[in-house]
């Protein structure tokens, strides 16, 4: 469900408020169909405030709701007037997530239960940060359509689908260190943590999942066993690093000497 609502937050919704100067790449948000929740006799009162407790005039909350299946649906939304405040009326009892975006801030988000009790929040939006990230696979060509995700410390991911050239850019993001991974279809997934915004995008490399494209070797498996394999486009990249380390191609030995490597 956390995945789900991560993908909401990029929508359509939100396609208009990349606010924040970032690398010049081109990276497309997830888009999630949602249906819109029932009206209900719950409310919320909200205050927006900066890093600092000042208030926030014309920031925007979102509210999303969640079924009892697991359904997520778009509640309403509303400005915060000049002193912060915002009251978000018709929801409906049970789970609910406010999502909260100002200019050039980080969005920041709570779970709330919506019950008998009254609901009063304060979101504070700290100054956004960006981070442009690159897919690529272990020959260094952009991985399309690669789901990207970046974990910070608000209680959602940020999450976007790496472009045709392998890019995705995640402009509304709060104080680093961040955790950054990124999957997609016949790969490994990868994960770097401890990344902070830098001049240059963060390369996430892609590696062959381990059982695409084995080849049997001559040997067989264990005893008894199926036959083992090796993965080509994992020992290509293996070799080339060997190829580094030892010099092979570089370095001249005299007759009868040479290098070699054992596996």
């Not at 909260?100 to 609901?119: K, N």
């Not at 910070?152 to 961040?178: I, K, M, N, V, Y």
């Not at 486009?233 to 040479?258: I, P, S």
């Amino acid at each position: 469900m956390i995945a789900l609502l991560a993908a909401l937050i990029c929508c359509a919704f939100v396609g208009g408020l990349r606010d924040v100067p970032a690398w010049s790449v081109a990276g497309r948000a997830s888009l999630v169909e949602v249906g819109r929740a029932p009206v209900g006799d719950r409310s919320c009162s909200l205050r927006l405030v900066d890093e600092e407790g000042r208030a926030l005039e014309a920031a925007v909350v979102r509210a999303f709701s969640v079924a009892s299946g697991g359904e997520v649906q778009f509640a309403g939304e509303q400005r915060s007037d000049a002193e912060g405040k915002l009251e978000l009326g018709g929801l409906v009892e049970g789970e609910t997530w406010f999502l909260a975006y100002g200019e050039a801030r980080a969005r920041a988000s709570t779970r709330v239960l919506l019950g008998e009790r009254r609901c009063d929040l304060v979101l504070s939006l700290r100054p956004a940060l960006a981070l442009a990230v690159r897919v690529v696979d272990d020959a260094g060509q952009a991985v399309a359509d690669a789901d990207v995700s970046v974990v910070g410390p608000d209680p959602l991911p940020h999450q976007a689908t790496s472009s045709s050239e392998g890019e995705a850019l995640f402009d509304r993001l709060g104080p680093a260190p961040w955790q950054v991974s990124a999957v997609a279809p016949g790969y490994e997934p990868v994960q770097r943590t401890g990344i902070h915004p830098g001049p240059d995008p963060l390369e996430l490399r892609l590696e062959l999942l381990g059982d695409k494209d084995l080849m049997p070797n001559s040997g067989g498996g264990t005893k008894g066993g199926p036959a083992g394999g090796y993965n080509v486009a994992r020992m290509r990249n293996v070799l080339k690093h060997a190829a580094e380390k030892f010099g092979w191609g570089k370095k001249k030995y005299a007759r009868g000497q040479g290098a070699g490597l054992a596996f």
